[in-house]
């Protein structure tokens, strides 16, 4: 069974920067797709973005393109997501997450997640 588990929220102000990491164990999965996903207050969890295979491939959402960058490494079963160029409506649970079932990877194709870490964003 595949255990997530995030560090790296917290506060920061509007434009500033913020890593998030995950640790991740049990993942077996043949889809091998793992990402983050995020909830706000008041509104429905959502994918943010994915890596497929350790890199050969990368998806984000809309909302985030240009500004998050998504990498993997292999080798200490640890997931990034640098965060730059923060704004207040990124102020959300951040959840790394994994596609368990056989499936195509994409920013918002995931079925297991973490318990989450905060992040807030102050205008």
């Known amino acids: 069974q595949v255990q997530l588990v995030e560090s790296g929220g917290g506060s920061v102000q509007a434009g500033g920067s913020l890593k998030l990491s995950c640790v991740a164990s049990?993942?077996?999965?043949?889809?091998?797709?793992m990402g983050w996903s995020r909830q706000a207050p008041g509104k429905e969890r959502e994918g943010v973005a994915a890596?497929?295979?350790?890199?050969?491939?990368?998806y984000y959402a809309d909302s985030v393109k240009g500004r998050f960058t998504i990498s993997q490494d292999n080798a200490k079963n640890t997931l990034y997501l640098q965060m730059d160029s923060l704004k207040p409506e990124d102020t959300a649970m951040y959840y790394c997450?994994?596609?368990?079932?056989?499936?195509?990877?994409?920013?918002?194709?995931?079925?297991?997640w973490g318990q989450g870490t905060l992040v807030t964003v102050s205008s």
């Open positions: 890596i497929y295979a350790g890199g050969i491939s990368t």
């Open positions: 049990g993942y077996t999965s043949s889809s091998n797709c």
């Open positions: 997450a994994a596609l368990v079932a056989k499936g195509p990877c994409g920013w918002d194709a995931f079925d297991a």
